[in-house]
C-alpha cells in the first residue's frame, strides 16, 4: 500500500509516501513561499521522481489541525482533490501527534507546541516507550502558565517539539528544569510524521473520508473572534 501525505499547519510545508509502512521519499521545504504555489509542485515531484503516478497511490493523509488556519485549509484543500478525484480514501490526522511520530523520540515525554499566538500554544503530551506513543493530554489551545502547572508533576524528561517549542523553553525552563529542546531539524512539523499517523489508523483498521474530514482549528479565528465581539456588542 503506498499512502501519500501532506502537511502545511505551520511555516514549513512538505509531502512524502510511505509503502507498506516504510517511508519512500519526502520533500521538506521552509522558504517562506506561499503553500498554494508550493505543496501541490513538491507533489507531483515527488511522485515523478519516485517513477510513481497518482494511479500508483492508495490513500492519502493530512494533517488538518490544529495549525495556521490558512495552511490547513490549502493542506486539506490539496488533500481532498487528489482523493477525490482517484476515489481513495484520506486520513485526517492531529498535527500534533504527528509531530510526536516525526521527532524520532524513543523514551521520554514529548510535548508538543505550536505558536497560537495571545500567550497560548496549541498542545498535546504524548510519553514513548521503545518508540511507541501513548497519549497523555488531548489536543488543546493552552496559555503557558497553565502548560507549566499541568507539566509539573511529570518527573522524566519532558522533550519540546513545533514551532512553539523554543518559546515554551525560554519561558518555562526556570519552572520546569526537566525540559529539553530539540534539535531544529528535529521538531519541524513534517509530512513523514503525518504518514506515519495516518499509518497507525491503517493498521488499526480505521477507514478514511474525504467528504467527512473537516480541520479541527481547536478554536475560532481572529475575524470570528471579531464578529462575535462585534455582535455580543449591539445586543
Same mark, same amino acid.
Given at each position: 500500500?503506498?499512502?501519500?501525505?501532506?502537511?502545511?499547519?505551520a511555516k514549513a510545508a512538505g509531502?512524502?509516501?510511505?509503502?507498506?509502512?516504510?517511508?519512500?521519499?519526502?520533500?521538506?521545504?521552509?522558504?517562506?513561499?506561499?503553500?498554494?504555489?508550493?505543496?501541490?509542485?513538491?507533489a507531483q515531484d515527488l511522485l515523478?521522481?519516485?517513477?510513481?503516478?497518482?494511479?500508483?497511490?492508495?490513500?492519502?493523509?493530512?494533517?488538518?489541525?490544529?495549525?495556521?488556519?490558512?495552511?490547513?485549509?490549502?493542506?486539506?484543500?490539496?488533500?481532498?482533490?487528489?482523493?477525490?478525484?482517484?476515489?481513495?480514501?484520506?486520513?485526517?490526522?492531529?498535527?500534533?501527534?504527528?509531530?510526536?511520530?516525526?521527532?524520532?523520540?524513543?523514551?521520554?515525554?514529548?510535548?508538543?507546541?505550536?505558536?497560537?499566538?495571545?500567550?497560548?500554544?496549541?498542545?498535546?503530551?504524548?510519553?514513548?516507550?521503545?518508540?511507541?506513543?501513548?497519549? %497523555? $493530554?488531548?489536543? !488543546? @489551545?493552552?496559555?503557558?502558565?497553565?502548560?507549566?502547572?499541568?507539566?509539573?508533576?511529570?518527573? =522524566? &524528561?519532558?522533550?519540546?517539539?513545533?514551532?512553539?517549542?523554543?518559546?515554551?523553553?525560554?519561558?518555562?525552563?526556570?519552572?520546569?528544569?526537566?525540559?529539553?529542546?530539540?534539535?531544529?531539524? %528535529? $521538531?519541524?512539523? !513534517? @509530512?513523514?510524521?503525518?504518514?506515519?499517523?495516518?499509518?497507525?489508523?491503517?493498521?488499526?483498521? =480505521? &477507514?478514511?473520508?474525504?467528504?467527512?474530514?473537516?480541520?479541527?482549528?481547536?478554536?475560532?479565528?481572529?475575524?470570528?473572534?471579531?464578529?462575535?465581539?462585534?455582535?455580543?456588542?449591539?445586543?
Open positions: 500500500m503506498r499512502l501519500l501525505a501532506f502537511e502545511s499547519s509531502v512524502a509516501v510511505l509503502e507498506d509502512g516504510r517511508l519512500l521519499a519526502e520533500y521538506f521545504q521552509n522558504s517562506g513561499q506561499t503553500h498554494s504555489r508550493t505543496l501541490m509542485q513538491m515523478k521522481n519516485c517513477d510513481l503516478s497518482p494511479a500508483d497511490i492508495d490513500a492519502c493523509a493530512v494533517s488538518n489541525g490544529p495549525g495556521s488556519f490558512t495552511g490547513v485549509r490549502i493542506g486539506a484543500a490539496a488533500a481532498k482533490g487528489f482523493c477525490w478525484g482517484r476515489e481513495i480514501p484520506l486520513y485526517g490526522v492531529s498535527t500534533l501527534e504527528a509531530m510526536a511520530r516525526g521527532c524520532g523520540v524513543l523514551s521520554g515525554v514529548v510535548c508538543c507546541c505550536m505558536d497560537a499566538r495571545r500567550e497560548q500554544v496549541y498542545n498535546a503530551v504524548f510519553e514513548a516507550e521503545n518508540g511507541k506513543l501513548v497519549r %497523555l $493530554r488531548e489536543d !488543546r @489551545a493552552i496559555s503557558l502558565d497553565d502548560l507549566c502547572e499541568d507539566l509539573q508533576n511529570i518527573e =522524566k &524528561t519532558i522533550f519540546l517539539v513545533g514551532d512553539g517549542a523554543e518559546l515554551c523553553y525560554t519561558t518555562l525552563l526556570e519552572r520546569l528544569p526537566r525540559l529539553t529542546l530539540l534539535a531544529e531539524h %528535529l $521538531r519541524q512539523q !513534517r @509530512a513523514s510524521g503525518t504518514a506515519l499517523a495516518a499509518w497507525e489508523k491503517v493498521q488499526a483498521g =480505521k &477507514t478514511g473520508d474525504a467528504a467527512s474530514l473537516s480541520p479541527n482549528y481547536l478554536r475560532l479565528s481572529q475575524a470570528e473572534r471579531t464578529r462575535l465581539e462585534k455582535a455580543n456588542k449591539t445586543e
